[in-house]
């Protein structure tokens, strides 16, 4: 951080400014000593000198805070030697430098401007930070002015500014580096638009690609999962007949914000916290091995969640296996057989990836998947194809010609590219066989195709002719179960299905009639005979820890009763199968609407209050209430399920412990659960009591009341958290600042403060400070008063120990919010 703050202190030798304008007309001299403002003062344009640096520059920096930051410089690669410099605007409407001592231009903006002779030019300092020159009489904000900074980018991105291509004018906007933090002139790195092919954004260290941000999808850059709608500015990416350019806009006119290309490199955003008087980084785009050009070379793929990062896509195999061992991947992969534009050729279809480069590529945006396929498949040149917009259902054509490079598998959001293979590397990926497998088959498959005729129609005919017996099968499915071996130990009467039934109900667990995935496997839709709705767990046959979770959630839940618990219908424990049937819910979870923006609105305050009780009744049901007492130990907001009364249920039991009636709390060497939800204690000592659950139903009610996660939370003051967030909002009387904005409409006042007071009661770092149930019940439902929440308590990562003990300071950490199980070794 000192680095930086050493960077952004820059200009040191501005004297009492002689005149505060916004504005310099034609032939008015610009001293030294003197600097323009913008109307709302928030730039200025002057002379500086950066750093330690005896040089001197004229540019425009940030007059409304105090930091002294430049986000453009004119002469940066023509500095003045001393501060005999006169900034003029001449009667042509061009700016020029000169050194006042000699005469000589140092610099000009004639050889970027066009040659218009204007009769008298003005010269404005905008509060966007651009400076334009006009015609005397002309608006400030047409399209074309005679001449302004934003089209001469130096290594910032301001919002508003284009950074990209225009192909009337000709002008090439694109960051150029600093040399260093003392020298703006320019540095090595450039990150530009490449039009050569789907335009995408490349940044080099002179001729050589560092970095390639995806071509954009529609969405985002694709296979860059850091750029993400934020509440402090939108972006948006243009593409048309005249021109190409990325842009940012701030969604509140306060936020102050700008993306860099730093001299080492790095293009990073940054935020400016008014607080605390400083800038704070927002996001960095290349911060992972992956990001960095083609590290797994042609048709090689990069995997974080991997190790070694790098694999070849299916069909491929190393180029050099020597290399490819020793962690070499430059010379990436190779078909297994080539290509070679037979007939039987076909396409793989590949997803979850980030495009590879675009240069060379051709596109057309209007074009379906269909033709894009069939023009492909014509030209033998062409290795893949994809859409080149991926929002919605897709759209647009996107053609490859050459070796794939630098493509990545990415977990989230990732798009899909359809790939050239030869009939062998296609049947080997299919079937596990190769060619020579292949023509055996194509006798084979129509002969067993008879049989299986023939035999489908004995059993027709067998089961027509005994319809009468079969009748009234199904609903005895659930009664008639052979014995309860279902765990085989605890007195269950739980319902055995056989596993055929289940496949039968969920279509051989269709992809369609997937739901999601749980923490141990995957959760599908079914429909029984008898019409019945139900979802069904099924655990991955892999998972090792899911046996114990698979009986403990079995028993857990089998003698739970309650309105807001899911309810358990059956179990399967048949071939290798685990497989766990509940109720079916139409809603899904609660997650699926208050993180998501449209969805989010179906939810307005009064529901949202009822489920937040809701939820706290079904919680002391399991704390008090039932014959056993249960931890959940995993209370999130996906584990919330909704029915179509908006009622909710608590679901995912796998990782529940009961504890015997007077028992409060229990230490385990497990530690499972979510990170964000979990309390400090349990997180890091391993101790679990219902007061950990307690916590995570604070961090639930904080969430719905808000609207955002608790992690990835990120807030202008940077609490990296919503609990930091909430608690500082709350101590500065203002707490219904977090109200999510969807609600603002519906709220009712003193409930949303009593939730989030509740809420933040139930986040204190102690436990024994933390409110039972009972008492969170009574609280939520009264007026009476309540006690005043302590400072919360978060824990943010095995890394920081300190963050336990201080809980005042406030951690980074990633997005995502996966169900972890960290194995302690203490
Ligand atoms: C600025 O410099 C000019 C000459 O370079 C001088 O005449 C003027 O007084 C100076 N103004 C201030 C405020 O120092
Ligand atoms: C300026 O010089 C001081 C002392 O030599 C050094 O500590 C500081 O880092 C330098 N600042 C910059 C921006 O290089
Ligand atoms: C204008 O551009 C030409 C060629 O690009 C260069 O030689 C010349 O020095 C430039 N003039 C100024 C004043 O920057
Ligand atoms: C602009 O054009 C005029 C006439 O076409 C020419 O005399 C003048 O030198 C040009 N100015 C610059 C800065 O190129
Ligand atoms: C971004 O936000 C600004 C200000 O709210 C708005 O005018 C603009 O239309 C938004 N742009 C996009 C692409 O959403
Ligand atoms: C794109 O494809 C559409 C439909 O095939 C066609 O009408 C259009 O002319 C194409 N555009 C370009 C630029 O090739
Ligand atoms: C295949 O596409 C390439 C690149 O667009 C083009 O140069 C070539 O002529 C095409 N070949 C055929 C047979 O259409
Ligand atoms: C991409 O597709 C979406 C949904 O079909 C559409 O709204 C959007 O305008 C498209 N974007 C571009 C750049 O074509
Ligand atoms: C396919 O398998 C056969 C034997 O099953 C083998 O002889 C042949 O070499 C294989 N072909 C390739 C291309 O690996």
Redesign the pocket.
């Known amino acids: 951080m000192k680095l930086i703050f050493g960077f952004l202190l820059l200009y040191a030798s501005i004297i009492t400014p002689t005149h505060c304008t916004d504005t310099i007309f034609s032939n008015q001299i610009v001293r030294y000593n003197e600097t323009i403002i913008s109307p709302l003062e928030t730039f200025e344009l002057g002379f500086f000198n950066p750093g330690n640096s005896t040089n001197h520059y004229v540019g425009i920096w940030y007059k409304k805070i105090s930091s002294g930051t430049v986000v453009w410089v004119a002469n940066r690669n023509t500095p003045l030697t001393h501060t005999s410099g006169e900034l003029t605007l001449t009667i042509q409407g061009v700016l020029l430098l000169r050194d006042a001592t000699n005469g000589n231009v140092v610099w000009s903006s004639a050889n970027s401007s066009s040659n218009s002779s204007a009769r008298n030019p003005i010269g404005k300092l905008l509060d966007t930070g651009n400076f334009i020159v006009h015609k005397e009489g002309d608006n400030v904000n047409q399209e074309n002015p005679i001449w302004q900074s934003f089209d001469f980018m130096t290594e910032t991105l301001l919002p508003g500014m284009k950074h990209g291509w225009d192909s009337i004018t000709g002008i090439d906007r694109y960051f150029t580096s600093w040399k260093s933090d003392d020298d703006p002139a320019s540095g090595e790195f450039t990150y530009r638009l490449d039009t050569r092919g789907y335009p995408q954004l490349i940044l080099r260290e002179g001729q050589i690609i560092k970095f390639r941000a995806g071509p954009w999808n529609g969405r985002g850059f694709s296979g860059v999962s850091n750029l993400r709608p934020n509440r402090f500015y939108n972006f948006t990416f243009v593409l048309n007949q005249r021109e190409a350019y990325y842009q940012t806009n701030v969604i509140d006119a306060s936020v102050i914000t700008r993306l860099v290309l730093q001299p080492s490199g790095l293009l990073e955003r940054w935020l400016w916290i008014d607080e605390k008087q400083e800038w704070s980084t927002f996001l960095t785009r290349q911060n992972e091995l992956c990001d960095q050009y083609a590290v797994c070379g042609p048709f090689g793929s990069c995997n974080m969640g991997k190790s070694p990062v790098c694999e070849c896509l299916k069909g491929f195999e190393p180029t050099s296996l020597d290399q490819w061992k020793i962690t070499d991947w430059s010379q990436g992969c190779k078909h297994t057989v080539p290509v070679d534009c037979k007939p039987d050729e076909g396409f793989k279809k590949y997803s979850n990836l980030k495009l590879p480069d675009t240069r060379g590529s051709w596109y057309?945006q209007?074009?379906t998947l269909v033709?894009c396929e069939n023009i492909c498949k014509r030209n033998c040149s062409c290795t893949a194809y994809a859409n080149s917009n991926t929002s919605g259902t897709g759209s647009g054509c996107l053609l490859w010609f050459s070796d794939l490079m630098d493509i990545r598998t990415i977990d989230e959001n990732g798009d899909t590219l359809h790939i050239r293979l030869s009939a062998f590397e296609l049947d080997l990926i299919e079937n596990g066989r190769n060619s020579s497998a292949r023509r055996r088959v194509r006798i084979i498959v129509p002969m067993a195709f008879l049989v299986l005729v023939i035999l489908v129609s004995i059993c027709l005919y067998y089961r027509f002719s005994s319809k009468t017996k079969l009748h009234g099968t199904p609903e005895n499915e659930f009664q008639n179960v052979p014995e309860n071996t279902c765990t085989g130990e605890e007195d269950l009467e739980l319902p055995l299905l056989s596993l055929s039934t289940i496949q039968r109900a969920t279509d051989y667990f269709s992809m369609n009639n997937k739901l999601g995935e749980g923490g141990f496997g995957p959760v599908y839709k079914g429909i029984l005979e008898d019409g019945q709705e139900i979802a069904v767990k099924r655990l991955a046959k892999t998972s090792t820890q899911g046996l114990h979770e698979f009986k403990n959630e079995v028993i857990s839940i089998s003698k739970l009763q309650h309105r807001n618990l899911v309810k358990l219908l059956g179990c399967c424990i048949e071939g290798g199968e685990k497989i766990l049937i509940y109720e079916y819910l139409s809603n899904k979870g609660l997650d699926s609407f208050i993180f998501d923006k449209t969805r989010s609105q179906l939810l307005d305050w009064r529901t949202r209050y009822s489920i937040i009780n809701g939820i706290a009744r079904g919680l002391l049901y399991l704390h008090q209430d039932s014959r056993l007492r249960i931890i959940h130990r995993d209370l999130k907001v996906s584990n919330i399920l909704l029915d179509v009364d908006m009622n909710p249920k608590i679901s995912d039991f796998g990782m529940a412990r009961t504890v015997r009636g007077n028992e409060m709390e229990a230490n385990t060497n497990r530690v499972v659960g979510t990170y964000g939800y979990m309390a400090p204690e349990y997180a890091g000592d391993g101790i679990f009591s219902i007061k950990s659950d307690v916590y995570s139903f604070g961090v639930l009610v904080l969430e719905i009341v808000c609207g955002s996660k608790n992690r990835g939370f990120v807030h202008k003051e940077l609490y990296n958290n919503l609990i930091g967030h909430a608690w500082g909002l709350h101590n500065d009387g203002k707490s219904l600042n977090l109200v999510d904005e969807c609600l603002v409409e519906s709220i009712n006042i003193s409930q949303v403060q009593r939730s989030i007071h509740v809420g933040l009661l139930c986040v204190q770092r102690y436990p024994e400070d933390r409110p039972n149930m009972t008492s969170v019940i009574m609280m939520l439902g009264s007026e009476g008063p309540m006690p005043p929440p302590k400072e919360p308590g978060f824990y943010v990562g095995k890394t920081k120990k300190d963050i336990t003990e201080s809980s005042s300071s406030y951690g980074r950490s990633s997005n995502n919010e996966l169900t972890i199980t960290m194995l302690d070794g203490r």
């Open positions: 057309n209007t074009m033709e």
